[in-house]
């Protein structure tokens, strides 16, 4: 057992408005420059829908990934060692600018020092590769809350296997219930980007797990990007250089969240360390698909125990990590309470960024049915449990999200969720938990006690239950070395008082 550390991320898309917060945030902090105009680190989508770039997740055509071969092995989808030199040149999995859009700005100078006119005048888009007028024909976020579902909605493929009568009503715009998914790097534990990439620029670090471009090294083949299943690295046109998402790890070095996180409206990010077993990663990630989740998630070790503990400071992990990895919110939501998944785990990489599946959109439509038929309220929850399959957003299409097509996961996670709410509900309306809740409750294996965790860090968690950041030594004992106000010793534990001057 070879224990690593790693900093990750979950969406609680249960509680995401669709704001745009956090990609604004990231936009401005990190991709406000030329050549990365089209850059977009942290996006959300809405789903159903085909994301961005458009059709990121047809892996028949992009070819980002990972595949077992007939023989099991793992191999790299887009290309083999020798069939990368034949790339080098003309990639034809690569996404061009028309998957994502051509960068524009306007021509605001028109708009002061134009010439007199009898009309007002007007700013015109210009390209901000060319220099030349255009007609704007797609944009960052341009399918926002279904806008031309008929064509976005309708083509996602993760539609694959939903009923053809709910494909139908996806062109029912008004009607149509739909989630949002946040998305940035998923700085994964086997990274196809690092492997496809012929210059050795991508590299994961050790400390964290942080997969980072190496500039100085980056030759701009832009095998990653085609690499990438997830579409999360990017070309800067004006540098020749490969960038993505550094999970703002000089914020994190100083004991701060990253911008994405940080600025979030509506809570649903959570940041945390976990520990993994670097030697099973290979044969975890080339296994069949039906036991592929269930290996991933196993990746993930328990911190309490000792066998872990021992390795883990045998691998020179600091006890200060460990301790983080214990107050995790990711290995509660993943692990202990088992309510959070990856985003395709079908590919191979061991992404590290989790999802807890939306409830919302599943049941409103459910819920507002049941009322209409005159049942009781303390009874909607609980009739709302066996009908799941008939809800509006198809538990078959989170599915394809989340589980490799394997609705069971799903199910469970809704139902969790589900059986916390009338739980909560019931304290809240009638002051006492009803035998039917109870019940509910333990269909799904979920104490009390455990729901009464679960509502505290789905609701209101402090700063410091949603961020949990571990001590970076070695940047932290260079800002307390010239922290004018305070002396730390060079090891960076333990205050020590400042003598007073002319002590």
């Not at 700085?187 to 471009?213: F, M, Q, T």
Request: aromatic content about 10%; glycine content about 8%; overall charge negative.
């Amino acid at each position: 057992m070879r224990v690593r550390a790693q900093m990750s991320m979950l969406f609680h898309l249960d509680k995401c408005i669709g704001c745009h917060t956090c990609s604004v945030a990231c936009k401005n902090l990190w991709t406000d420059r030329e050549g990365a105009e089209y850059m977009w680190w942290n996006n959300v989508e809405t789903r159903p829908g085909t994301g961005y770039p458009t059709g990121w997740e047809d892996q028949t055509h992009y070819k980002g990934g990972w595949y077992r071969d007939k023989s099991g092995r793992l191999k790299l989808t887009l290309q083999s060692r020798a069939g990368g030199l034949g790339k080098l040149f003309f990639n034809p999995a690569l996404p061009t600018l028309d998957d994502y859009y051509d960068p524009f700005t306007f021509s605001y100078g028109d708009l002061i020092n134009g010439q007199q006119q009898e009309h007002q005048p007007t700013a015109v888009p210009i390209s901000k590769i060319t220099g030349e007028e255009m007609e704007i024909a797609t944009g960052p976020n341009w399918d926002d809350d279904l806008g031309g579902s008929d064509i976005y909605a309708s083509n996602d493929p993760s539609l694959d296997g939903v009923d053809d009568a709910v494909r139908a009503q996806l062109d029912e715009i008004e009607r149509v219930v739909f989630n949002y998914v946040p998305r940035i790097c998923n700085h994964c534990l086997n990274p196809s980007c690092s492997a496809a990439c012929p210059s050795g620029a991508i590299y994961k670090r050790a400390e964290d797990g942080v997969v980072l471009v190496n500039e100085d090294k980056c030759r701009g083949w832009r095998m990653c990007v085609a690499g990438c299943p997830y579409k999360k690295v990017y070309y800067n046109w004006t540098t020749g250089k490969s960038e993505k998402c550094i999970l703002c790890f000089p914020r994190m070095e100083t004991g701060q969240s990253p911008a994405c996180a940080h600025s979030c409206v509506g809570r649903i990010r959570y940041m945390g360390v976990i520990l993994y077993d670097a030697d099973r990663i290979d044969q975890v990630n080339a296994l069949p698909d039906d036991r592929l989740l269930a290996a991933q998630l196993d990746l993930i070790l328990d911190p309490h125990d000792d066998r872990v503990v021992n390795a883990a400071r045998a691998a020179g992990i600091d006890a200060g990590w460990i301790e983080a990895a214990r107050r995790s919110p990711i290995y509660q939501f993943v692990k202990e309470w088992g309510m959070a998944l990856p985003l395709h785990p079908e590919y191979r990489t061991s992404a590290m960024m989790f999802y807890v599946p939306p409830l919302s959109p599943v049941i409103s439509h459910l819920e507002r049915k049941l009322i209409r038929l005159d049942i009781p309220d303390d009874r909607v929850d609980f009739e709302l449990f066996d009908r799941l399959d008939s809800a509006r957003l198809p538990v078959r299409y989170l599915a394809n999200l989340f589980s490799i097509g394997d609705e069971e996961p799903i199910r469970r996670i809704l139902r969790t969720m589900l059986a916390v709410r009338a739980f909560k509900r019931r304290q809240s309306v009638d002051g006492a938990v009803d035998d039917t809740t109870g019940r509910m409750l333990a269909s799904v294996g979920v104490s009390e006690q455990r729901a009464e965790a679960i509502y505290r860090l789905t609701t209101i968690p402090t700063l410091e239950e949603r961020f949990v950041l571990p001590p970076y030594r070695r940047e932290m004992s260079i800002e307390e070395l010239n922290d004018p106000l305070s002396y730390k010793g060079a090891t960076g534990f333990g205050y020590l008082q400042r003598p007073e001057r002319g002590a």
